[in-house]
């Protein structure tokens, strides 16, 4: 190989001083593969390849008979390497990676060369071709497979308990879930009682049973429970540590510090509510208020006879930039506040100024027929021609509204002015994602790794999030996603141990000059530097993607099982055939 | 014959390789031009490694990754973004032609997508012909100006400027500044000049001691800014005085023993 005259980059493979020995097995796949390329050529190419000492071929080398062969040949003919060119190792490697453990090789020296998918499958109309791409990807593969060294996962254990951060009905729920499964919780709330935002409430659509009722029932349930300890007017100072092992500090208000070990960690921190300072003449006038406050008015009683009451919708919501979400539940609060008032006082007129109603599902759905017979009126109203407040006089708010769907300016004098505003992230929410390494997203919200495929799960494993600290949600959904943030942390700790990643950083610390760029890259906090200034990386954390080896300024960083050495050998063999 | 180039692909593992797979199941063709690697993210390219390939004579590497908000790894995508734009400019200082390198992302459920790139960049290779580093013989300068381009990718400044990237415009420094991203570009801009130019220099007093003068004339630069580039790396302890020839000092290289 000519590489470039180096300083330092490529370190010269200092291999073990065994001979390797490596056997190279070309799949047929039936005729997926061997009716285009042609298999036994390859074989008899593979058997030119440095320390290759044994090749064949398989009908399926993924049949019993196939995962056989290996194994007999492993022994046979004493391989250290094997290379199996069939499929994609992403749905593959696992099997085989298996079958040579079986066989006593350690399965980091096994490597797919997959001349299907990216080779019969994608060129069928050109075998010949295809045949000399699946001699070079074998050839890349035996590249690399040559350096490869075996590796170890190593195996930790668990902590069976689980920090709860957020007493509200997200935490408590996920709280209670985990201890019945019969795991310690320390369920930690900033304010003095627990409760959240429910105890501001009045009452839940669509069973119109009251906030407190519930939330009552939890509160007591969670007090009871000798598996949860509760710790009010607590916040989480720091965290460190990994999955099974969070070393976790805590500060009460009174300057108090407590330590405690937990193997999960919950983000339960709810949401606020958005203050629409100067908007429609709120904070000014007395009869503009918010959707949350008219929930404390109606929960106390102290709603005096009304004539016209208006609610505006999305009020700092699903705007051009900054909030552009939408905040998922002030539709349904709307409704059943309207009907509240409507129940209250029959004669009055109730208007929902909107945007686009959302009551998504039969049963919300059905509350907006119901809200039309009660006789609510709903005015649709655009983006770019909002509601303007003109006058405000004896108590009464005088609104324009550009009505949409009829097209025309309509005016409404009303005694109450009712803002529904979006639940915008809590404003201590970006310190506890810089305490616990966890990503706020684009609106400020808590961020999941997948939004499909784990919703639930932070990239950061063994920290899980739920409730409207994640996004907003009413009380309902907030139970249902609780309830499976504690399934989702009970998994670890059930079983009570877990495998780590082997493909991980590995830092020279003879070369690391404490830059610390690797620290500010990795994604998952997995590095940091050791008390000589020096990178160290938490093994457990690291997920092994490559990126701080990739760009350490001092090339102090190697990454397992994808070394600069294997990469760069792997590709050589790609246009310079046959050269060691 | 025609020429049937040669194209190195890094593919994350868990967007474009599967990308890539979907392709085959599909039974979409495309050339047969592309090697693939395997990467668990694209942001595993270093910069040393697309130069020393494409040093090696590879006719093209193309790099793929996640679309940007997918990435497996939260964001190792940007940062291939970061290290690509600088490869990118540091390539077109030696001449081989930034066209050569590619970046896409490509999801896991675009097949068509990568098939359609794979052959629009072989395309392009082929109209822009076989790579002059490949074959037996190749072009000596421009092989010099692919080693002076990977040590200053290999070196200090670049890799932290890139690293930090990200860093310094959204968090600012220790001091809570932040940097505007043309400030930014700017100065790597001229730091990737800088460096690249440095080891050239030092490649070239390697290969033989020489003026301040002769320097500037071959780099064809202002003698002003070689020599301050000289003084930067006799600071850095890669060059040395070899000689006075009546007033002007010849410089010479130092055995660098990293």
Redesign the interface.
């Known amino acids: ?5 180096t ?3 490529i370190r010269t493979g200092q291999m073990n001083q065994q001979a390797r020995r490596i056997g190279v097995f070309v799949c047929h796949c039936g005729i997926n593969i061997g009716g285009i390329v042609d298999v036994p050529k390859v074989v008899k190419y593979a058997l030119t390849l440095p320390d290759v000492v044994y090749s064949e071929d398989n009908l399926y080398t993924c049949s019993s008979e196939g995962l056989n062969r290996i194994k007999e040949t492993i022994r046979k003919y004493d391989l250290n390497r094997v290379v199996v060119a069939s499929c ?3 749905t593959h490697e696992t099997l085989f990676r298996a079958t040579c453990e079986e066989a006593g090789l350690n399965k980091y020296l096994f490597e797919m060369a ?1 001349i ?11 075998p010949d ?2 045949t ?2 699946a001699k ?2 074998v050839g ?1 593969t035996v590249a690399k497979v040559r350096l490869h060294t075996p590796q170890e996962e190593p195996e930790i254990a668990v902590v069976p308990s689980t920090l709860v951060i957020g007493g509200g009905i997200s935490g408590m729920t996920a709280a209670l879930s985990l201890a019945g499964q019969g795991f310690k919780v320390c369920l930690v709330e900033r304010e003095p009682e627990l409760g959240g935002m429910l105890r501001h409430l009045h009452k839940l659509y669509t069973t119109m049973e009251d906030a407190s009722e519930g939330l009552n029932k939890i509160v007591e349930a969670v007090r009871q429970n000798r598996d949860i300890d509760i710790k009010t007017s607590t916040v989480v100072k720091r965290v460190k540590g990994f999955i099974g092992n969070f070393d976790v500090s805590l500060q009460s208000e009174s300057g108090e510090t407590a330590n405690l070990e937990v193997g999960t960690i919950i983000v339960a921190t709810g949401a606020d509510i958005f203050e629409p300072a100067g908007m429609y003449g709120y904070g000014k006038f007395e009869n503009v208020i918010t959707q949350f406050e008219l929930e404390g008015l109606l929960r106390k009683g102290q709603l005096e006879k009304l004539g016209t009451v208006v609610m505006i919708q999305c009020v700092g919501a699903r705007e051009e930039k900054g909030r552009t979400y939408c905040s998922r539940i002030c539709c349904m609060t709307a409704l059943k506040n309207a009907l509240l008032v409507k129940q209250m006082c029959p004669e009055a007129d109730v208007y929902i100024l909107f945007r686009d109603l959302q009551t998504y599902g039969s049963e919300y759905e059905s509350w907006h027929r119901m809200a039309q017979n009660e006789g609510i009126k709903f005015v649709k109203y655009a983006l770019e021609k909002p509601p303007e407040v003109v006058a405000i006089r004896d108590g009464k708010v005088t609104l324009d509204v550009y009505h949409a769907l009829l097209g025309e300016q309509v005016r409404i004098e009303s005694d109450l002015v009712v803002l529904s505003t979006p639940l915008v992230q809590r404003g201590d929410a970006r310190e506890l994602s810089q305490v616990l390494k966890v ?1 706020l997203g684009p609106d400020g919200f808590f961020f999941e790794a997948h939004v499909k495929l784990r919703p639930i799960d932070f ?1 950061t494993d063994g920290i899980y999030v739920c409730g409207s600290a994640h996004s907003p949600k009413n009380s309902a959904e907030s139970v249902s996603q609780a309830l499976g943030a504690a399934s989702r942390a009970a998994i670890p700790m059930a079983v009570g141990r877990l495998r780590t990643e082997a ?1 991980t950083a590995e830092v020279d610390e003879s070369l690391c ?1 404490g ?1 610390g ?2 620290v ?2 990795c ?2 906090g997995a590095i940091e530097k050791d008390e000589k200034g020096v990178a160290k990386v938490t093994a457990v954390v690291c ?5 701080c ?7 102090a960083i190697t ?1 397992r099982h ?1 070394t ?1 050495e294997q ?2 050998a ?3 063999a ?3 055939r046959a050269t060691a | 014959m025609t020429f049937e180039p040669k194209i190195v692909g890094f593919l994350c593992n868990w967007c474009s390789y599967a990308g890539a797979d979907l392709a085959g199941v599909s039974r979409i063709s495309y050339p047969t031009s592309i090697r693939i690697i395997r990467l668990m993210c694209s942001g595993r390219v270093d910069p040393v490694i697309v130069l020393e390939i494409l040093a090696s004579g590879a006719d093209g590497v193309m790099v793929m990754g996640c679309h940007p908000g997918d990435c497996h790894y939260i964001e190792g995508n940007l940062q291939t973004e970061r290290k690509i734009k600088m490869l990118k400019k540091l390539i077109e200082e030696t001449g081989l032609g930034p066209e050569r390198l590619r970046l896409e992302w490509v999801s896991a459920s675009e097949g068509g997508r990568f098939a359609d790139i794979v052959k629009e960049f072989t395309d392009q290779i082929k109209t822009l012909g076989p790579s002059p580093l490949s074959g037996e013989k190749s072009d000596p300068v421009l092989l010099e100006n692919m080693q002076a381009a990977k040590w200053a990718a290999e070196d200090f400044r670049l890799r932290v400027l890139v690293g930090r990237e990200k860093e310094l415009i959204d968090e600012g420094n220790v001091y809570g500044e932040k940097t505007l991203q043309e400030e930014f570009d700017k100065t790597m801009d001229e730091a990737i000049q800088a460096e690249y130019t440095r080891n050239r220099i030092y490649l070239m007093v390697k290969r033989e001691p020489q003026s301040v003068k002769q320097l500037a004339k071959r780099l064809d630069l202002d003698a002003q800014k070689v020599l301050r580039h000289v003084v930067v790396l006799r600071r850095r302890g890669m060059v040395t005085v070899d000689r006075v020839e009546e007033t002007t000092p010849i410089y010479a290289a130092l055995e660098l023993g990293k």
């Open positions: 190989m000519r590489y470039l005259l300083r330092r980059c994609t190792p992403r997959n299907r998918e990216h080779c019969s499958w994608a060129h069928m109309d050109e071709k295809a000399e791409k070079d990807i890349m990503p990239a493909i000059g830059c760029t690797c500010k890259i994604p998952y997920k092994g993607c490559g990126t080896g990739a760009s350490c300024p001092e090339k990454m994808f600069d990469v760069m792997q590709a050589f790609a246009f310079r």
